[in-house]
T-cell receptor
Framework: GQQLNQSPQSMFIQEGEDVSMNCTSS?????WLWYKQDPGEGPVLLIA?????ELTSNGRLTAQFGITRKDSFLNISASIPSDVGIYFC??????????FGKGTRLHILP | DVKVTQSSRYLVKRTGEKVFLECVQD?????MFWYRQDPGLGLRLIYF???????EKGDIPEGYSVSREKKERFSLILESASTNQTSMYLC????????????????FGPGTRLTVL
């Protein structure tokens, strides 16, 4: 079946650094979604992307829908301690099914 | 704001017990989903439903069943719990939009962490 390759699996960064993570696939998606999951909680939707090439921001977060429709990235600028968590990408395919990546676990060092 | 609630945050059951996990959403969404989340495996879809009394198997339905008697409520049932069903269970809901530009973002509940002893 379709798969999303999300990388990196985990990141250790210093507070204040910028963060970049991405998702790639061999398949085309119509929508890309980015979620964040805090420890012990359910995922919360951060950004939704609907068009190839679209660049959308939500505060310090910026995400882009790749031109080929097979990838997406998420950037976090000037990281703060509350950014800690797992970030998931998800793509909606032509059958309207949502496929999830396995997540990027973000750790922030003081 | 969409609100998806799950009946328990933490649950401990014994092997062989029947377990009910309840999920309720308050935004009149047609679609509802049950996932389990395990380290290194990400989110895996167990069952989903597009309408009342309708259900479809996801990627890992074995050992589970579901019930959707009302639009706002979707229940996951473990008929005879086993230790390999220890996991975090997440419920989600989304609107049903048809057409070329569907926006079917899923909204998640807080999760139920189930431990089967």
């Amino acid at each position: 079946g379709q798969q999303l390759n999300q990388s990196p699996q985990s990141m250790f960064i210093q507070e204040g650094e910028d963060v970049s993570m991405n998702c790639t696939s061999s398949s085309i998606f119509n929508t890309w979604l980015w979620y964040k999951q805090d420890p012990g909680e359910g995922p919360v939707l951060l950004i939704a992307l609907y068009k190839a090439g679209e660049l959308t921001s939500n505060g310090r977060l910026t995400a882009q829908f790749g031109i080929t429709r097979k990838d997406s990235f998420l950037n976090i600028s000037a990281s703060i301690p509350s950014d800690v968590g797992i970030y998931f990408c998800a793509g909606q395919n032509r059958d309207d099914k949502i496929i999830f990546g396995k997540g990027t676990r973000l750790h922030i060092l003081p | 704001d969409v609100k998806v609630t799950q009946s328990s945050r933490y649950l401990v059951k014994r092997t062989g017990e029947k377990v009910f996990l309840e999920c309720v959403q308050d935004m009149d969404h047609e679609n509802m989903f049950w996932y389990r989340q395990d380290p290194g495996l990400g989110l895996r879809l167990i069952y989903f439903s597009y309408d009342v009394k309708m259900k479809e198997k996801g990627d890992i339905p074995e050992g589970y069943s579901v019930s959707r008697e009302k639009k706002e409520r979707f229940s996951l049932i473990l008929e005879s719990a086993s230790t390999n069903q220890t996991s975090m269970y997440l419920c989600a809901s989304s609107l049903m939009e048809l057409g070329a530009f569907t926006h079917n973002e899923q909204f998640f509940g807080p999760g139920t962490r189930l431990t089967v002893l």
